[in-house]
Each structure stands twice: as structure tokens, then as C-alpha cells.
């Protein structure tokens, strides 16, 4: 079995945040020691704006994690990662073709873990979003985290998200975000492909946790498919 967390975590650059940093990362170490567990974290902040130094809050991250998980992230000059955290030596980073578009980008990542593909997405806003949108592909066979997009009316790219990822099911649409007026989107969602879907379970929303806008999301996958080829 393999346990599986997506979380926006919502942190942002101001060292005002650290001790809710604290707490998030607290939460995401104990479900870590779960059997076979695997986490995508976005926005996690790595440096600071402008600047090739490594933020505060990315030491923090790294003294929780480094020692016992690999940890998988663009290497790139951004300061806001998409990351993977994993079990040291069994995650393994994957080619950029599994990559939105093809190109490395900090708001995503993508590992194989257990024989099972996973990419992590965080979709840009706005505008940009529809090109992020259609560049993502179906490589992988586990497609999770903030789309900023989802099935519903008030969605902007609303048609662009129900035309993705054709041989994946959405496992998770329901609201996983409370906005700033205190409404409750969809726009953080799991894919899984066709023939994993049979395997998945215990899929939670975790609204008992308000230490970001958007809720943990936490799913298990029961079996494991053997590699091919």
C-alpha cells in the first residue's frame, strides 16, 4: 500500500509565518512515518525573492526532511517550490517529459515511487493558467495537487480542466480551498489513471486542519502495479 498526501500549504515569504511553518511541517513529518508514504507539498518557499540565498523557512524545511526522505524539487533560480518528499533511495526523480509541457518549473514535479509515476502540479493563476493547463500531460499515472481550476461555473478555466488528462479519473472535486470571503472552491484535485483507480481508497479532506487556505489531502493506493516493460 502506498499513502499519499497533496497539500498546499500556503506558506508565503513573511517570517511572520514561521511558527505556523512549524506546525505544518510538524504534521507533514508524522504522517511521513506512515508505511510506503509519499508527499507533494506546494509553495514551499526555497529562496528569497531576488536573491540566490536560501530562505529561512527552506532551512527549516530542510532540517525536518533532509536527513531520513529525499526530497525532490526544481533546481532552478525560483523562490516558491512545488517539492516531493519521500523514503531515502526509493524516490526517483523523473524525466522532464512528464513535465507540463516539457520544461522544468518550479510549481511542479515529478517522481516515480512504489512503480507508480506521480507529477505534482501547482497551476499558475489567471491568464497563464490556461497555458499551464493544457500543458500538462498524461504521462504520469498519479496527477495531484492545485490546479487553480476545477468543474464547477465559477471556475475562469472551468471548459480547459474538463478537457485534461482523458485517460485519468478525478478522484477529488470537492472543496478543498476557503477563500479570503470565506467561499469554498475545487481547485485542488488527484487524477489517476484508469487502470489504478480500482486501487485507491480512504480518500480524506482533511477540513479538521486550518493551517493553510487549502485543506491536506490524503488518499491510499492498495496496490502496487508492477513496472512495466
Known amino acids: 500500500m502506498t499513502n499519499v498526501m497533496t497539500w498546499n500549504t500556503g506558506i508565503t515569504e513573511s517570517l511572520s509565518d514561521h511558527d505556523k511553518c512549524a506546525e505544518i511541517l ?3 513529518a508524522e504522517f511521513l512515518k506512515k508505511e510506503n508514504a509519499i508527499v507533494f507539498l506546494q509553495q514551499i518557499v526555497c529562496k528569497k525573492p531576488h536573491s540566490q540565498t536560501q530562505h529561512d523557512i527552506f532551512k527549516m524545511f530542510l532540517e525536518y526532511f533532509q536527513e531520513k526522505y529525499s ?3 526544481y533546481k532552478g533560480s525560483s523562490f516558491m517550490m512545488t517539492v516531493a518528499i519521500g523514503p531515502k533511495d526509493r524516490l526517483k526523480a523523473l524525466g522532464t517529459e512528464y513535465l507540463p509541457d516539457g520544461r522544468p518549473k ?3 514535479v515529478a517522481v516515480e515511487f512504489n512503480n ?3 507529477l505534482g502540479v501547482h497551476g499558475d493563476n489567471g491568464m497563464d493558467n490556461k497555458l499551464f493547463l493544457n500543458g500538462i500531460n498524461g504521462k504520469a499515472d498519479v496527477i495531484l495537487g492545485d490546479f487553480n481550476a476545477g468543474n464547477y461555473p465559477e471556475s475562469e478555466n472551468s471548459k480547459i480542466f474538463n478537457g485534461i488528462l482523458g485517460e485519468h479519473v478525478c478522484i477529488c472535486n470537492m472543496p478543498t480551498k476557503i477563500t479570503s470571503s470565506g ?7 488527484v487524477f489517476v489513471r484508469d487502470n489504478l483507480v480500482s486501487g485507491c ?13 487549502h485543506f491536506p489531502i490524503t488518499f491510499e493506493i492498495l496496490q502496487n502495479r508492477e513496472k512495466q516493460g
Open 116 to 118: 507508480i509515476s506521480f
Open 183 to 189: 467561499r469554498r472552491t475545487c481547485i485542488d484535485h
Open 106 to 108: 518550479n510549481r511542479s
Open 201 to 213: 481508497a480512504n480518500l480524506i479532506v482533511h477540513e479538521e486542519i486550518t493551517l493553510s487556505d
Open 26 to 28: 510538524h504534521y507533514v
Open 71 to 73: 526530497i525532490e524539487f
